[in-house]
């Protein structure tokens, strides 16, 4: 029998096929090296508005640090840590204000921070000197940000903001124009758009920073609040201009189209209970670009929220490094996106060593090892720190009867204490200053410089005001009375007045409705009377004591720009300091009603 010869042509053909056939692995994404193909985690730690408050805190936030990184994923790369910061660090305490920032900061390196935004209050900082918080021709140096610029050379870590620009390097068809301090045109319409790609930057920021863990590329991205200008000291940043938070992200974010994974803002505004900036600016660019941030790690406001924006986790932390906020994504290697419904998040975690919050961040607890120990390093810092201030810190200058708060809309007994102080150093007949400046409460018991120090820590000067006109000082007074909360209102000393205002419909905002009735000097002076129709005219014949930020238009009380000064008295807080030691008083907490809310007491 004769055996047909097999033909070779069919393995010849597979041959081929296999060998013109597409690369499946080359056409399909890129996996990031790893083998099974499930999502990556990457991990953030967050933080804001700590205001210099390092201890003890800060410390276990240190050791909390130390125990991820230890882990097993994290140390075998199979997931990626980032620990974050959005804004106000160093301005709050002496111990921090003592040394400007440099505690702070170390403490920062030794935690292992990957980026800050800078926030409105390190501004407040001027020329190196740290109760100097101005230029001064005769005293110090002529740079109003050396603080910050000798922060940033210390840090290992860099200091991120994309929206603050020179004004005079934005250009507009090739001719300087006339800025705000939003970086807007001012009183002037421009042939052409502002230029802002070939702006320039402070040398000590950088707009983002690209870092790639566990495979993947994050990008963070730093916004500072557009109205720093306002809520800060004014010189430091009078060449600077902070340009609108959407519409920097958004063209930044385009020019990042395929350069990273992940996008990370670090934003020095967020949400309250009644306001929701920080959300309002996350919806505005997912509007515009799907999918455009991944998270938003806020600050400024001093809240605590933890906001789901279209998936994206819009997390704030309170204040004082008292808290931190975790937050977990998860990259899928292979779609190349983040899957929202697998992200784990928790806002205002408390930082303690012996507990942990089970119930609002489970997650996270699971991976600590209870107790926390110190952090050696942070601990010598705060030792060294500590060392430094004694003597000034625990100099005694009165005792309080019982703790006395202060109030950011209504009369309280802290705030009439701080303005009757000022009018007595003064020898005015009226003080002013803003709520939004005291920034703590007087605890009972003995009151030290250091207690002060927490209430007042801003270098703001005491100045006289004289020939103000009542127009001004009007103003000024239905502003105070108008505001439910979207700013603080004008703590005074030396006047009477009466007001009707109703907040039950304002959603923490203003009350346009608001309305003066009565305001009258301590001597009988009136200068309004809704009843008689009596109203001043003209300049006031009184002289007014306030602080330099008023004077210049700070808080939003702009009305106050160009009011004639005429002298300088010194920093608010030393010369209070200073008047309360000669007689150690006793302080209580009452109020007298001279602002008083006509429509609260019906």
Known sequence: MLLRKKSTLPLFLSVLSLYF???????????????????????????????????????????????????SDYRNGKAGLFILDSGDQFQGTLLSNYDEGASLFNTFNEIGYDAIVPGNHDYDFGPLGWLYDRVNPDETSADPREVIKNLASMARFPLLSANTYFKDSILAGGHRIR?????????????????????????????????????????????????????????????????????????????????????????????????????????????????????????????????????????????????????????????????????DSAAGISIENQTCDEQKAAFACKQLNLPLHSHPAIDRIVEGATLAIAPLAKKKLAFASAIIRSHRIDESPLANLLTDA???????????????????????????????????????????????????????????????????????????????????????????????????TLDGQVLLDSESGKEAQGSLPIRVATLDFIASGGSGFTMFSGARIDGTLGITRELIAESLAESIPELDSKTDGRFLNVHHSK
Not at 444 to 456: K, R
Not at 474 to 498: D, F, K, N, P, V
Request: net charge neutral.
């Open 179 to 343: 800025l705000d301090d939003q970086c807007k045109p001012s009183n002037e319409t421009p042939v052409s758009a502002p230029d802002f790609q070939n702006a320039k930057r402070p040398e000590f920021l950088k707009p983002y920073q690209i870092v790639k863990r566990a495979g993947v590329r994050v990008a963070l991205i730093g916004l500072d609040n557009r109205s720093t200008s306002s809520s800060t000291t004014k010189e430091n940043v009078s060449d600077l201009c902070f340009r609108d938070e959407v519409t920097e992200y958004l063209e930044l974010r385009r020019e990042l189209e395929g350069k990273a994974d992940l996008f990370v803002i670090l934003l020095h505004q967020g949400d309250t209970d009644k306001s929701f900036e920080g959300s309002e600016i996350t919806k505005k660019i997912n509007a515009a670009i799907p999918n455009g941030v991944h998270l938003v790690a806020a600050g400024h406001t001093h809240f605590v929220h933890n906001a789901n924006v279209g998936g994206v986790r819009v997390i704030q932390d309170g204040a004082n490094g008292k808290n931190y906020g975790r937050v977990d994504l998860y990259f899928d290697p292979i779609s190349r996106t983040v899957n929202t419904e697998k992200t």
């Open 21 to 71: 056939a597409p690369n499946v692995n080359a056409m399909a994404p890129k996996r990031l090296g790893h083998a099974n193909q499930e999502p990556i985690k990457i991990s953030f730690l967050l933080t804001n508005d700590i205001h210099g408050h390092i201890a003890p805190k800060l410390t276990y936030l240190g050791a909390i640090a130390d125990q991820l990184r230890q882990s």
């Open 422 to 520: 000022l009018r007595k150093i003064s020898k005015t007949q009226v003080a002013l200053m803003n709520t939004g400046g005291i920034r703590a409460p007087l605890q009972a018991g003995d009151v030290l410089y250091e207690n002060l120090f927490e209430v007042l820590p801003f270098q703001n000067q005491a100045v006289i005001l004289t020939e103000l006109p009542w127009e001004t000082l009007r103003a000024a007074l239905l502003s105070a009375i108008q505001t439910c909360g979207r700013y603080g209102t004008l703590a005074q000393s030396g006047l009477r007045i009466r007001f009707t205002r109703d907040c039950s419909g304002a959603n923490g905002e203003i009350d346009l409705g608001a309305k003066l009735l009565h305001v009258s």
